[in-house]
């Protein structure tokens, strides 16, 4: 979903500028502010190799398993190749979803988070514009509104209003723009891996400015703070956006339509792949430990009690989670289910606390 992240943090911190690398002139820096540097910049070449290259190498791979499967339905038009499409969509939300929690650089500003993922979806407006699309020999889908095609559109054409739509009930002009939609997010996905591999625009490969925070040339990242701050923002902004947009919105108003991924009634995976990208972020790998290398690393050994405060934010927002009935559009409209769905947004509102105070201030010293 578009967020709205904000901008890197432009300053230097106390360990790393060169003006506090000695306490006096002509005294040698301690092996402690160099190692402080040394950790924090493989924290940074962690998050790239270990998370974020994986992670969109999943959602391009992903991507062009649900493409094929999309064509292989349109062809053989049965039960059994749409249900295989369908899974293929599922599984391609997961490294999506996941890496919600850094929507910042190329994903965000060369416009492919939109892309992919803009909701809701306007229905009435899709409905219009699906026969022109559709009609169109050479479509050019660079062109379309974000509004009316990426994830949803796709979701919306495969599984119905309500998670049950039938194979009888599919027209041509659907067929055709399921292809046209999967072929372009396999072009998005390739465009976003290699912004970070290669370069895009003139730009260089964001993998390497990353990972290279606080170089003298580096004016993306003058400092590894400003890096570091930017790992922040992506995993309180995602925290927030569970809390108040895909929580929050939907329970206050009783709308489905403000549920996201309600038309294939995958709202709750969504919204456990958000949780699990922030505990990757913070963890800097996959595993239930800290990785040497991580943010968590360097939290344990300064502040062991910040450590578990946000250890025990993530898991109770799981927790709380999972207990919310399936699917999550109907959850919202009982009271047993709305109740459920308080504690899950009261938890995911106190993790996003502890990330935006508490890891806030640790990261600023």
Same mark, same amino acid.
């Given at each position: 979903?578009?967020?709205?992240?904000?901008?890197?943090?432009?300053?230097?911190?106390?360990?790393?500028?060169?003006?506090?690398?000695?306490?006096?002139?002509?005294? /040698?820096?301690? +092996? $402690?502010?160099?190692? *402080? =540097?040394? #950790?924090? !910049?493989?924290?940074?070449? @962690?998050?790239?190799?270990?998370?974020?290259?994986?992670?969109?190498? /999943?959602?391009? +791979? $992903?991507?062009?398993? *649900? =493409?094929? #499967?999309? !064509?292989?339905?349109?062809? @053989?038009?049965?039960?059994?190749?749409?249900?295989?499409?369908?899974? /293929?969509?599922?599984? $391609?939300?997961?490294?999506?979803?996941?890496?919600?929690?850094?929507?910042?650089?190329?994903?965000?500003?060369?416009?492919?988070?939109?892309?992919?993922?803009?909701?809701?979806?306007?229905?009435?407006?899709?409905?219009?514009?699906?026969?022109?699309?559709?009609?169109?020999?050479?479509?050019?889908?660079?062109?379309?509104?974000?509004?009316?095609?990426?994830?949803?559109?796709?979701?919306?054409?495969?599984?119905?209003?309500?998670?049950?739509?039938?194979?009888?009930?599919?027209?041509?002009?659907?067929?055709?723009?399921?292809?046209?939609?999967?072929?372009?997010?396999?072009?998005?996905?390739?465009?976003?891996?290699?912004?970070?591999?290669?370069?895009?625009?003139?730009?260089?490969?964001?993998?390497?400015?990353?990972?290279?925070?606080?170089?003298?040339?580096?004016?993306?990242?003058?400092?590894?703070?400003?890096?570091?701050?930017?790992?922040?923002?992506?995993?309180?902004?995602?925290?927030?956006?569970?809390?108040?947009?895909?929580?929050?919105?939907?329970?206050?108003?009783?709308?489905?339509?403000?549920?996201?991924?309600?038309?294939?009634?995958?709202?709750?995976?969504?919204?456990?792949?958000?949780?699990?990208?922030?505990?990757?972020?913070?963890?800097?790998?996959?595993?239930?430990?800290?990785?040497?290398?991580?943010?968590?690393?360097?939290?344990?050994?300064?502040?062991?009690?910040?450590?578990?405060?946000?250890?025990?934010?993530?898991?109770?927002?799981?927790?709380?989670?999972?207990?919310?009935?399936?699917?999550?559009?109907?959850?919202?409209?009982?009271?047993?289910?709305?109740?459920?769905?308080?504690?899950?947004?009261?938890?995911?509102?106190?993790?996003?606390?502890?990330?935006?105070?508490?890891?806030?201030?640790?990261?600023?010293?």
């Amino acid at each position: 979903m578009k967020k709205t992240l904000l901008a890197a943090l432009c300053f230097l911190s106390y360990s790393q500028s060169p003006l506090h690398a000695t306490d006096r002139v002509g005294v /040698a820096p301690s +092996s $402690s502010v160099r190692d *402080l =540097a040394v #950790e924090k !910049s493989a924290v940074l070449s @962690q998050f790239v190799e270990n998370l974020v290259l994986p992670q969109y190498r /999943a959602l391009q +791979s $992903s991507s062009e398993t *649900l =493409a094929a #499967e999309i !064509s292989i339905y349109v062809q @053989q038009r049965n039960q059994a190749s749409l249900d295989r499409a369908r899974a /293929a969509w599922r599984a $391609s939300r997961t490294p999506w979803e996941q890496s919600e929690a850094f929507l910042f650089g190329p994903v965000d500003s060369l416009g492919y988070d939109p892309a992919l993922d803009s909701w809701p979806l306007d229905l009435g407006a899709f409905a219009s514009a699906l026969p022109e699309f559709a009609a169109q020999e050479q479509l050019d889908m660079f062109e379309v509104d974000p509004a009316l095609k990426g994830f949803h559109a796709m979701e919306y054409l495969l599984f119905g209003l309500n998670n049950d739509k039938e194979l009888e009930s599919f027209t041509e002009s659907e067929y055709r723009y399921l292809q046209s939609l999967a072929t372009h997010q396999v072009e998005i996905a390739a465009l976003l891996l290699s912004s970070w591999t290669e370069g895009s625009e003139g730009s260089p490969a964001f993998a390497e400015t990353f990972k290279t925070a606080g170089a003298p040339e580096n004016e993306a990242y003058p400092s590894q703070t400003a890096a570091f701050q930017e790992l922040l923002e992506g995993m309180a902004g995602i925290a927030d956006e569970l809390a108040l947009t895909k929580l929050g919105e939907p329970l206050e108003s009783r709308d489905p339509n403000l549920v996201e991924s309600r038309f294939s009634h995958n709202s709750l995976a969504d919204f456990l792949s958000n949780l699990q990208g922030i505990r990757m972020v913070y963890m800097g790998g996959t595993g239930p430990e800290p990785e040497a290398a991580s943010i968590a690393a360097l939290v344990t050994a300064d502040d062991s009690a910040l450590h578990q405060k946000i250890l025990a934010a993530l898991n109770q927002t799981q927790v709380d989670l999972e207990k919310i009935p399936q699917p999550f559009v109907a959850a919202i409209g009982y009271d047993e289910g709305r109740n459920l769905v308080a504690m899950a947004k009261q938890s995911a509102s106190t993790l996003f606390a502890s990330l935006d105070q508490d890891l806030r201030a640790y990261l600023a010293r």
